[in-house]
């Protein structure tokens, strides 16, 4: 991929990404196992760049939202990690992931038979994990269930291994699901124990996501499914300023343990001097008030940079701050550069990440938009080339 042919590109530091994994195996300790979850093309990071650089940083187990993420996983994967499917995978896609021993989570009886059919077809095991249901209500296996489950399992002899019996919670970040969540933990603990009586015995219990391992410790078992917070970021500020006063033991200076792994950048692609009274761009939106220097920077709402950061988005240039000014386009961005010496065609853009002493981080860019981490990370396009750097 040449560099040149596009108009912005991603970065991705391999030592934050190193500095985050090191976070978690000290709060997990060595014997639990780290699955890096990728949905969302790894929360915008690119699956096809990430997978191998987690595989050098000595990951060995991803997790996927479906049957789909699981081949781009396999794709970019380079050498024996496991992938396991934690949502979507069609009846008919099951003979294709146990061919492939992706492993699979089950939340329904209908998957269960499924997967005990096409293992017999494939001639090979189906390795599954139990997801029980413990008061998230969207996916999980009902208590009632469980007894069919197990004679299910029992009949199903060598085609069925238990890899996993996991669930999910409903919103450990927040002190607001607060007893919701330890009821879960109640509960799992509860079904868990039941099928360990009826024989059913899994490699890894697993519940937390990125908020559970670091708000409930006692969710981490024998492993963890981090998603957000392996990028550098915190689920919300709750879980950070929680985090942050429980672990600084009154030290001032304590610093954010998690290192941002991703940047995005761009050129200055044109300038123009704009007299004052003049509006910029479509409509009617900015008006200048003096004569005004405007740089165009090839990034509009088609690469996620939202229309609602019209005249409020902010970006880097010569390592100061540029407002956006006028309508945010479709594949452009007008900035002020009027107080910013020495700007020239070519120059770097920093949309996220660092210029010289100032940083625009995720959040202050989401907070402008009042959007979750989450989704401004999965907007940035597939299509954009992202790059390894250290
Ligand atoms: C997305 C997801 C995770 C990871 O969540 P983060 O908050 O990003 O750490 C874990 N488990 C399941 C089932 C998920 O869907």
Redesign the pocket.
């Known amino acids: 991929m040449l560099k040149e042919l596009y108009p912005s590109h991603i970065e991705l530091s391999r030592s934050a990404f190193e500095n985050n994994l090191s976070f978690f195996s000290d709060l997990i300790g060595e014997d639990v196992v780290f699955t890096s979850?990728i949905?969302?093309n790894a929360?915008g990071h690119g699956i096809s760049r990430f997978v191998p650089m987690a595989e050098q940083c000595g990951i060995s187990h991803f997790?996927v939202?479906s049957a789909e993420g699981a081949a781009e996983a396999l794709k970019a994967s380079s050498r024996e990690s496991h992938i396991m499917i934690?949502?979507m995978i069609s009846n008919e896609a099951l003979e294709w992931a146990i061919e492939n021993d992706i492993s699979f989570?089950v939340f329904e009886l209908d998957r269960l038979r499924a997967a005990v059919r096409s293992s017999e077809k494939v001639g090979k095991p189906a390795r599954i994990h139990l997801?029980l249901e413990t008061g998230m209500n969207r996916l999980g296996l009902e208590k009632s269930r469980l007894p069919e489950v197990v004679s299910i399992i029992e009949e199903a002899g060598d085609s069925l291994v238990v890899e996993g019996i996991?669930t999910?919670y409903a919103g450990?970040?927040s002190v607001g699901n607060h007893v919701r969540v330890t009821h879960q933990i109640e509960r799992f603990g509860e079904l868990f124990h039941w099928l360990e009586e009826q024989g059913v015995k899994a490699k890894y219990r697993h519940t937390?996501?990125?908020?559970?391992?670091l708000n409930y410790p006692e969710t981490i078992m024998d492993m963890v499914?981090?998603?957000?917070?392996?990028f550098g970021f915190w689920?919300n500020r709750e879980t950070y300023m929680y985090y942050m006063k429980n672990n600084s033991n009154g030290r001032k200076r304590f610093k954010d343990p998690l290192k941002r792994v991703l940047s995005w950048k761009s050129k200055v692609m044109s300038i123009k001097q704009v007299e004052a009274g003049k509006f910029i761009g479509y409509g009617n939106v900015y008006l200048t008030s003096r004569d005004q220097t405007i740089a165009t920077i090839p990034i509009g709402y088609s690469h996620g940079f939202g229309r609602n950061l019209t005249n409020v988005g902010i970006v880097l240039i010569n390592g100061e701050r540029a407002p956006v000014v006028g309508l945010v386009n479709m594949n452009l961005l007008t900035v002020d550069i009027t107080d910013i010496p020495d700007v020239k065609k070519g120059d770097e853009v920093v949309i996220i990440g660092r210029q010289q002493d100032q940083e625009m981080t995720l959040a202050s860019f989401s907070e402008m938009t009042n959007n979750m981490n989450?989704e401004v990370l999965v907007r940035l396009p597939s299509r954009l080339p992202r790059y390894i750097v250290d």
């Open positions: 979850v949905k969302g929360y997790a939202f934690m949502g989570f997801h996991c999910h450990a970040e937390a996501c990125s908020a559970a391992t499914r981090i998603g957000i917070s392996q689920p989450y």
